[in-house]
C-alpha cells in the first residue's frame, strides 16, 4: 500500500529524475523486483494473493513511468534540460551548384537579352517542313548528310530536330516581321558519341529580320557577343562558309592562343577555333515562311552551348556535360 502510494505521488523534473525512478521502481534491480523474488519465502496458502498485489504494484509503476515520461516530454522536450552545446561543430551544408550547360545558356541569353533579342521556343519532335525543307534542303540533297538525323518510327515526315532553326521557321510563318530573336534548346543528331560530339546537345541560334538588315549588322551583333562571352581583348575572324539557308554564309572563329599543349590539342595546331555558324538568310527561306525578299533581309546564326562551355572553361571532353559527376559540377558552384 505504502509503495503505491509513493509511486502514486512520484514526480520526474528532469532525465535525471526520471532515470532515478526507472531505476527504484522498474529495473531489475527495483524495490518491486526484489518483492517478486521474495515470493519464494511467503507461505504457500499466501501466495496467490502476494503475487497478485506486487503485479498490481508492478503494472501502477509501469503506467506511472509512462505517465512521467510523456510528462516530461511535454514540458521539456527532448533534450531541454541539456543546455546547447556551442562547441559542436555545424552538419555541413551541402550547396548544389547550377550545371555549367545552363549557366552558359543563361549567359548567352544575357548577352543578347542587352541588345534586344527575345527567347523563341519550339518542338523537338518536328516535321521535315520545319527541320529542312523550308530551309533549303530540298529533299534528297547532300547537305542533309550534314547533319545525320533521328526519324521516329521509320515516318521520314517526322524527326528530331537536328538544330534549333526549326524554331526559326516556325517564328518566321506564324509572326510577322520584325524579329529579334534567340532559340535556346535541345538537339539531336545521330552521330557516335565523343570527346568533341555527342547525339544530343544544345544550340543558341538566333535570327534577325527587318527592312535593310545588313551584313554590317551581322559581323557587330557577333563582334560584341564575342567579346561579352570570351572578353573583349578577345580576336575573333569571319571565314567564308556554307549552309543552305544562308547565302552568304560564315563561320566565326576565336583566337585562343598556342602557349600550352592544351591549346595546341583543343585549337589543331592553328590557334583558332570555331564557335557558331551564320549568314544572312537565304531569299528562299524568307519567301518558304511568307516573308516578301524584297521587303525584308536578315541575318542567323547558330552556336552550340557545349562547344562554348568548353572553350570557356577550358574542358577537354564534352561527355563530361553528360555524365553529372559532382567532382566535376561542384567545380562549377562558385560561378553559379
Ligand atoms: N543551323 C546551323 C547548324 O545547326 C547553324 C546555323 C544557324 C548556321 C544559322 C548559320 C545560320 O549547324
Redesign the pocket.
Known amino acids: 500500500e505504502k509503495l503505491t502510494q509513493e509511486i502514486q505521488a512520484a514526480t520526474a523534473q528532469s532525465q535525471q529524475e526520471l532515470e532515478d525512478f526507472r531505476l527504484k521502481y522498474i529495473s531489475r534491480k527495483s524495490v518491486v523486483a526484489e518483492l517478486f523474488s521474495g515470493i519464494k519465502d511467503i507461505a504457500p496458502e499466501d501466495k496467490k494473493e502476494f503475487g497478485q498485489k506486487v503485479n498490481g504494484l508492478k503494472n501502477t509503476a509501469q503506467a506511472k513511468f509512462q505517465e512521467l515520461i510523456e510528462a516530461l516530454e511535454s514540458t521539456q522536450g527532448p533534450g531541454k534540460d541539456r543546455p546547447h552545446d556551442l562547441t559542436l561543430p555545424n552538419i555541413p551544408n551541402t550547396l548544389g551548384s547550377v550545371h555549367p550547360i545552363t549557366q552558359t545558356r543563361e549567359q548567352i541569353i544575357e548577352i543578347f537579352e542587352r541588345i534586344g533579342f527575345n527567347v523563341s521556343d519550339g518542338p523537338e519532335i518536328e516535321e521535315d517542313w520545319y527541320n529542312f525543307t523550308s530551309l533549303n534542303f530540298p529533299p534528297n540533297h547532300p547537305a542533309r548528310e550534314m ?1 545525320d538525323t533521328f526519324f521516329i518510327q521509320k515516318d521520314p515526315d517526322i524527326l528530331l530536330r ?2 534549333t ?1 526549326n524554331v526559326q521557321t516556325r517564328l518566321m510563318s506564324m509572326e510577322k516581321p520584325p524579329f529579334r530573336s534567340i532559340m535556346p534548346g535541345r ?1 539531336f543528331r545521330n552521330e557516335a558519341i565523343s570527346a568533341r560530339s555527342h547525339c544530343l546537345f544544345h ?1 543558341v ?1 538566333g535570327l534577325y529580320v527587318d527592312k535593310n538588315v545588313s551584313f554590317a549588322d551581322l559581323k557587330n551583333t557577333l563582334y560584341y557577343f564575342a567579346k561579352e562571352m570570351f572578353g573583349h581583348d578577345i580576336k575573333v575572324r569571319f571565314r567564308p562558309s556554307y ?1 543552305p ?2 547565302e552568304p ?1 560564315a563561320e566565326v572563329d576565336i583566337y585562343w592562343g598556342m602557349e600550352t599543349e592544351l591549346d595546341r590539342k583543343m585549337t589543331k595546331g592553328t590557334g583558332w577555333l570555331e564557335i557558331l ?3 544572312m538568310v537565304d531569299p528562299n527561306v524568307l519567301s518558304n515562311c511568307g516573308i516578301d525578299p524584297e521587303e525584308y533581309t536578315g541575318f ?3 552556336m552550340g552551348i557545349e562547344r562554348i562551355a568548353l572553350y570557356k572553361h577550358k574542358i577537354e571532353d564534352i561527355r563530361l556535360f553528360f555524365e553529372n559527376d559532382v567532382r566535376f559540377l561542384k567545380q562549377f558552384t562558385a560561378l553559379s
Open positions: 547533319q537536328t538544330h532553326s538537339v544550340q541560334e549552309f539557308f544562308t554564309s555558324g551564320c549568314g542567323a546564326f547558330g
